[in-house]
């Protein structure tokens, strides 16, 4: 017998909440706030339009399905099942979070703050989210497949990201590298860094995009769904040891990128999440390049 589906609702801790944490009750985060000049009722209200929208779309999961919650903090702990319908509610930077713990599962992005985020990837308002649960279990549904980049080391450790990722010290301090194409070592360049970012197409639109712009806006931008790379050395440095002619540039789905690390220790996380890293050190091989995993984004 197959299983029910799960509903699985990802949400973050909202500002409110994380006054409250920080300050222990209503009173001191309302002192804190106004003693900078901002309110509490705006981030109050905001908290209660949170509440409004994951009380509405854990509402709409139908009674026979399975359901769960996780909370961003938790999702590198969280076990995510091949029948799993997963619900993002909040903001296009938490489906981004969630993106790295997927192996294929269909995604609803929910907005609980139409107006506030771009939308891009929260496409949905609280009150579609029954008709999407039942569209996502559906043969044929349609879905916006968003490519995604992955970091590969030599001794297996693997990272996904839906936007970028980065490899470089932790902190930012200068990091010390050969990054050439993969298979052409001898073409390999020393480099001295505040390090490297490799991103897709919804990378594009952030973190990305700051860096292609400062370049000049020479390489084209891949879309959300092409399967193609753009990548960017973060201030390379050069001296008589290291080099600054390979600091930017594009990988089709067949090709990767090789950095061999030269530094004590390097961290590779992918989208922000520092805090859930790879770590690798001296003479280390990391390959970048397209994931055979995508986003299944429900249209």
Known sequence: ????????????????????????????????????????????????????????????????????????????RFLFAPEDVVVVVGQDGLVAN?????????????????????????????????RLLRSAVLPGRRTDDLTMVEAVADDTQRLVALNEIYLGRPGHQTARYRLGPDGDLSGAEAQASSGVLVGTGTGATGWLRSVWQERGGTLALPSPTD???????????PSPATGTERVAGALSSAERLRITVESDRLVVFGDGMEADALEVTWGQSVHLGVSDTALRLLD
């Open 227 to 237: 399967r193609r790379l753009i990548w960017f050395v973060r201030e390379a440095w």
């Open 98 to 130: 969630t993106a790295k713990y997927l192996a294929g599962q269909p995604v609803i992005g929910i907005d609980t703050e139409p107006g506030r985020n771009p939308g891009v990837l929260v496409r949905h308002r609280a009150s579609d989210t029954g």
């Open 1 to 76: 017998m197959s299983l029910a589906p799960r509903a699985v609702l990802v949400h973050r801790a909202t500002e409110y909440e994380e006054l409250l944490a920080r300050h222990g009750t209503h009173g001191q985060a309302d002192f804190f706030l106004s003693s900078r000049g901002r309110s509490i009722r705006e981030v109050a209200e905001r908290h209660r339009r949170t509440l409004r929208a994951l009380a509405d779309v854990a509402g709409a999961v139908p009674l026979s399905w399975r359901r769960a919650r996780v909370e961003r903090s938790d999702l590198d």
